[in-house]
């Protein structure tokens, strides 16, 4: 079946980069997302790519794909303590159209100042 | 305009009980999901509505589980009885209707619900 994976703790100073990665194993995956979750609140919607593109940048957030490694990482530039949150690869497959996503365990990321 | 709205926030039963957690999605989305996420674990969805009727719910555990949308707005997904795996924070999420190319169905999800069985 479908599967998403994510390491579960990243820890980064304040200003350095962050790298969050996640692996999936539907190969028919159309959309690919990142949400965030912040304490006591919702999923947010950071960012998505389509599987045809390699690379999408938005601010200070790069997602690189990977199609043949299935592979999916987010970049934050510059991370602030705000960053501070967990973060959620997704994913959804072509036979899913406006349908269920398929979520990794989520990568807690803690900003040291 | 509103988000997602879940009630409760929190809520913590005994084993054998039965709960009731309720989901306002945002106005006008037909598409409205459950999701629940296990301690520790990935967020695993549950049930996909659009307007009143199931489209998917094969990620529904067992039959403790029971979700209704009665009018195609808000939904509401029953536990009983309640068991202590039954423990997480449970999502829900709104999405639009209708396929524009290139959309990515955004799924739009409120706070969550926090269910502790003990």
């Known amino acids: 079946g479908e599967d998403v994976e994510q390491s579960l703790f990243l820890s980064v100073r304040e200003g350095d980069s962050s790298v969050i990665n996640c692996t999936y194993t539907d190969s028919s995956s159309t959309y690919l997302y990142w949400y965030k979750q912040e304490p006591g609140a919702g999923l947010q919607l950071l960012t998505y790519?389509?599987?045809?593109?390699d690379m999408k940048q938005d601010q200070r957030l790069t997602v690189l794909l990977n199609k043949k490694d299935k592979h999916l990482s987010l970049r934050i530039a510059d991370t602030q303590t705000g960053d501070s949150a967990i973060y959620f690869c997704?994913?959804?497959?072509?036979?899913?159209?406006?349908?269920?996503?398929?979520f990794g365990q989520g990568t807690e990321l803690s900003v040291k100042p | 305009e509103a988000g997602v709205t879940q009630f409760p926030s929190h809520s913590v039963i005994e084993k054998g009980q039965t709960v009731t957690l309720r989901c306002d999605p945002i106005?006008?989305?037909?598409?409205l999901y459950w999701y629940r996420r296990v301690m520790g674990k990935e967020i695993k969805f549950l049930l996909h509505?659009?307007?009143?009727?199931?489209?998917?719910e094969s990620g529904m555990p067992n039959n403790r589980f029971l979700a209704e949308r009665t009018g195609g707005t808000y939904s509401t997904l029953k536990v009983q009885p309640a068991e202590l795996e039954d423990s997480g924070v449970y999502f829900c999420?709104?999405?639009?209707?209708?396929?524009?190319?290139?959309?990515?169905?955004?799924?739009?999800f409120g706070p969550g619900t926090r269910l502790t069985v003990t």
């Open positions: 997704a994913e959804k497959g072509q036979y899913n159209q406006g349908g269920k996503l398929i």
């Open positions: 999420a709104s999405s639009q209707e209708g396929r524009t190319s290139g959309s990515s169905y955004e799924q739009y």
């Open positions: 790519i389509f599987s045809n593109m």
């Open positions: 509505f659009v307007k009143e009727s199931k489209q998917d």
């Open positions: 106005s006008g989305h037909d598409n």
